[in-house]
């Protein structure tokens, strides 16, 4: 269920040679800074692990996003997550910090959505940290919208959400 790629990026599943490319986005400090903490190298070895056994399971997950020349931009997916005892598809993107500000994130993820959309998912949320105002933006460039705020992981968080054939 890979996206389609767009003008400037293709996607395509995590493997353990990404490695290196993943220790780098995760143990960022700027790219994790509305995580409890930056990731170590096997955290993010983990991260691949969890992503590989999610195409496994559910046929989608974080994908790599490259530009269309190879260049790895970061990750952006799907995954399952518990929203207050309730299962959701949540689409999720870490961009490298040398490539936030220019749209990736709001193209990546408007492609995962569209491909979300394609296999029919009914449902699609963010779950979104209220001081990350730019992952609040392309969750509404999404089309999601804040549906509620929840306790999670320590913290509150935003939950954003829409009903994917309702979305133009």
Known sequence: MLPTPTLRLRFREMAESDLDDMTALLSDPEVMRHYPAPQSRKEAEDWITWNVRNYAEHGFGLWIIELTDGTFIGDCGLTVQDVEGERLVEVGYHVCAA????GLATEAATAVRNAARDAGMPHLVAIIRPANRPSQR??????????????NNGGED???????QALP
């Open 99 to 102: 490539w936030q500000g220019r």
């Open 138 to 151: 392309v969750a509404q460039k999404l089309g999601l919208r804040l549906e509620r705020r929840i306790v």
């Open 158 to 164: 935003l939950v954003f959400g829409a009903d994917l």
